[in-house]
C-alpha cells in the first residue's frame, strides 16, 4: 500500500515537472482565467453586483478547464502516443497512475482558484471567501466530478486530432448555459432546465454560496448532491471504458 | 519455478477477433537464455501472439506460460521481470533521457544502474536530451533501455530495429547479442530474415497464424527435402547456370575439370547453401515483406564478366529480394 503512495508521489513530481517545461502551455493556463476576469471586471468596474456573479462563475469555469478540458486533452494525447500502453506494461498500479494524473490537474485547479480569489479581492472588491470550508467542500467535490467526466468524455474522442472540436463542444455550450458569465436567474426557462441539470450550474451556485453570498452548506445540499451524482456517472464510465491502448481504425 | 522450465511455453494458442481468427492454434517453447526469433511477414499474427505472452490482449484458447506466471492475469510480479519494447509507443513530450530512465526504474524492485543501461544501448552524451528531440534510432534505442532499466529476465523486442539504416541495425544487434551475454532470454519479432539468422538462437516461421516450421537458422536452411547446395556460375557463353546438388565437391570436379579441358574460366562461380530466406520464400508463397531490404545482393547482367568471389559455404544471400 505505502508502495502505491509511493508511486502515485513519484507520478505526481513528474508530472508536475513536465507541466513546468511546457512554460507557454502553463502560461496561457493560468492566463486564461484572468483575463476573463480583467475584461468583465473593466466592463463592470462599477457593477459590483455583476461581479459578484463573475468571479465565482469563472472559479467555476477554472475548475472545469484544468480537469475536464485539460485530462479529456492529455488521455486522448497520450493513448494515441503510446505512452498509457508502455505504462501498462510497468509494474507500476494503475491507480498508482491515476492518482498520480489527478493530482496534478488538481494542483492546476488549486492554484487558479487562489489565483481568481485574489484577483477578485485585489482588484474587484468582491473580499474574501465568506466560507473557506464550504468553499474546499465544493473546490474538492467539483474537482472529482470535472476529473472522472473528463477521462470518460476522452473514451469517446476518436484521435487527438479530433480532441479540440469534441472537447470545444462540450465546455463552451455547458460555460455559456450554465450562467457563467450572467446570473441564470435571467435566461428563459428552457435553458435554466438545461442549466440545472448539469454540474456547472449547481458548482456555481456553490462557489458563489462560499465565496461572496455567505449562505451555509447545508443550506446548498442539493447542489452538492447533483455534483455527486455526476462523480458517480463519471467515475463508473471513467473507470470502466478505460483503454489503454489506442483503439484500431 | 525451476531453470530447466521454458521462459516461454505456448500450446495451442488461439486468438480470434470476431468470425477472423489471427492466431490459429500455436505451440512453441521459449528455453531461458535464448534469442529466439518470431518471423513473419506483416499480418501473420507476430504482435498478436506477443502481445497476449506480454498480457496486452486476452487469448481466445489455450496454455501460455511465462516465466511461471499466466500473463493474461498480468500478475505485478510478472511485470516486474519482464521487459517491454513495443512495436511504436511514444514517450512525454518534454521529459529527458535519464529522467525517463529514472522514472520508469523507480517502478521496479530492482532497477539497473541507469548510467549502466545508457551505455548498454549507446546513448552516452543523451542523458539530458529531451525525448522528443532524439532521432529515430536514438528513440528506439531509449525504447530498449526503458525496457531494460527494470533488469528483467525476459525481454520482448518487437520488430526493435524497423526503419534503422544498415548500420544502426548492426549496432542494435550487437546490443541484443549482449542481452543474450547477460543471461536475459529475448523474444524477438521481426520479417528482417537476416536479422532472425544474425541474432536469433533458434526462430519460428509464422504464417496466417500458424507456425510452418521451427528451428535453428542454420538448420532450417539444410531441412528435410530441401537440396542442400546450389551451385552458380556462367558457362562459356556467359549464361547463368544454376545446379542444386546433394554431393557439391562431385559436382564441383565434374564442372572445374570440364572447364579446364576446354580452356574455359567459370566465372562467378559460388556454392552457397539454402539460406532462411529461401526456407521462408517457398514456405510462404515466395512473398516476402514489402519492406525494402536494408542491403540487396545485386545480380550482375549476364553480360558482364567480372570474376565474382567464390563464397563460402554457408549463409550466402543470392535471392534478390522484392
Redesign the interface.
Known amino acids: 500500500m505505502t508502495d502505491v503512495a509511493v ?1 502515485a508521489w ?1 507520478q505526481y513530481r ?1 508530472e508536475r ?2 507541466f513546468w ?2 512554460p507557454s502551455a502553463a502560461f496561457f493556463n493560468f492566463l486564461l482565467p484572468l483575463l476573463f476576469l480583467a475584461f468583465f471586471g473593466a466592463a463592470f468596474h462599477s457593477d459590483h453586483k455583476e461581479l459578484r456573479i463573475i468571479v465565482p462563475g469563472i472559479a467555476a469555469m477554472a475548475v472545469m478547464s484544468t480537469t475536464f478540458t485539460a485530462l479529456a486533452y492529455n488521455m486522448t494525447f497520450l493513448r494515441e ?3 498509457l ?2 505504462i ?6 494503475g491507480i498508482s497512475y491515476l492518482l498520480g494524473v489527478a493530482g496534478n490537474a488538481i494542483t492546476n485547479t488549486t492554484l487558479q482558484i487562489v489565483i481568481i480569489t485574489t484577483a477578485g479581492r485585489v482588484f474587484f472588491g468582491t473580499g474574501w471567501p465568506r466560507e473557506w470550508a464550504e468553499l474546499a467542500v465544493f473546490v474538492i467535490v467539483g474537482v472529482v466530478c470535472f476529473a472522472s467526466l473528463g477521462v470518460a468524455f476522452s473514451h469517446v474522442i476518436p484521435n487527438f486530432d479530433s480532441a479540440p472540436a469534441y472537447i470545444n463542444a462540450v465546455f463552451f455550450p455547458v460555460v455559456a448555459v450554465s450562467g457563467v458569465f450572467f446570473d441564470s436567474a435571467h435566461s428563459p426557462g428552457f435553458m435554466k432546465g438545461i442549466a440545472q441539470a448539469l454540474p456547472l450550474y449547481h458548482l456555481i451556485a456553490g462557489l458563489s454560496a462560499a465565496m461572496v453570498k455567505g449562505t451555509s452548506l447545508s443550506s446548498n445540499l442539493d447542489a452538492l448532491g447533483v455534483i455527486a451524482a455526476w462523480s458517480v456517472l463519471g467515475i463508473v464510465f471513467a473507470v470502466r471504458g478505460f483503454s489503454w ?1 489506442q483503439r484500431r481504425a | 519455478m525451476s531453470v530447466s522450465e521454458p521462459a516461454i511455453d505456448v500450446r495451442g494458442l488461439r486468438k480470434a477477433y470476431g468470425d477472423f481468427e489471427a492466431v490459429r492454434g500455436i505451440d512453441f517453447q521459449v528455453r531461458r537464455g535464448e534469442v529466439f526469433g518470431l518471423l513473419g511477414p506483416n499480418g501473420a499474427g507476430k504482435t498478436t501472439t506477443v502481445e497476449i505472452l ?3 490482449r486476452e487469448r481466445t484458447s489455450g496454455e501460455v506460460s511465462v516465466l511461471g506466471f499466466d500473463p493474461g492475469r498480468r500478475p ?2 510478472f ?2 521481470r ?1 521487459g ?1 519494447v ?1 512495436q ?8 529527458r533521457v535519464r ?1 525517463a530512465l529514472l ?2 526504474g ?4 530492482h532497477p539497473r544502474d541507469v548510467d549502466e543501461v545508457i551505455a548498454l544501448v549507446g546513448l552516452e552524451g543523451k542523458e539530458d536530451t529531451m525525448a522528443r528531440t532524439l532521432s529515430g534510432g536514438q528513440r528506439r534505442r531509449l525504447d530498449l533501455a ?1 525496457a531494460l532499466v ?1 533488469d528483467p529476465e525476459l525481454v520482448f523486442l518487437d520488430e526493435p530495429t524497423t526503419g534503422f539504416d544498415p548500420a544502426a541495425r548492426r549496432t542494435a544487434w550487437d546490443t541484443i547479442r549482449s542481452l543474450r551475454d547477460l543471461g536475459k532470454t529475448v523474444l524477438l519479432t521481426t520479417h528482417y530474415l537476416d536479422e532472425a539468422q544474425a541474432i536469433a538462437d533458434r526462430v519460428a516461421i509464422i504464417q496466417d497464424g500458424r507456425i510452418v516450421i521451427e528451428g535453428a537458422p542454420s538448420e532450417l536452411g539444410s531441412g528435410a527435402g530441401a537440396p542442400r547446395y546450389r551451385v552458380a556460375y556462367r558457362n562459356g557463353t556467359g549464361t547463368e547456370v544454376e545446379r542444386e546438388t546433394d554431393d557439391p565437391t562431385t559436382l564441383l570436379h565434374e564442372l572445374t575439370g570440364a572447364a579446364l579441358a576446354r580452356g574455359e574460366r567459370l566465372d562467378g562461380l559460388s556454392v552457397t547453401r539454402p539460406t532462411l530466406e529461401d526456407v521462408y520464400l517457398e514456405l510462404t508463397g515466395g512473398e516476402t515483406d514489402e519492406t525494402p531490404a536494408p542491403a540487396p545482393a545485386p545480380t550482375p547482367a549476364p553480360t558482364d564478366a567480372p570474376t565474382e568471389e567464390v563464397l563460402p559455404l554457408a549463409g550466402g544471400q543470392r535471392r534478390r529480394r522484392r
Do not use: C, W
Open positions: 508511486l513519484r513528474l515537472r513536465l517545461r511546457n502516443q503510446g505512452v500502453k508502455r501498462r506494461g510497468t509494474p507500476m498500479p491502448d | 506480454e498480457g496486452y505485478r510480479e511485470r516486474a519482464v517491454i513495443l511504436s509507443t511514444g514517450l512525454y513530450r518534454h521529459i529522467e522514472h520508469f523507480s517502478m521496479y524492485p526503458l527494470g
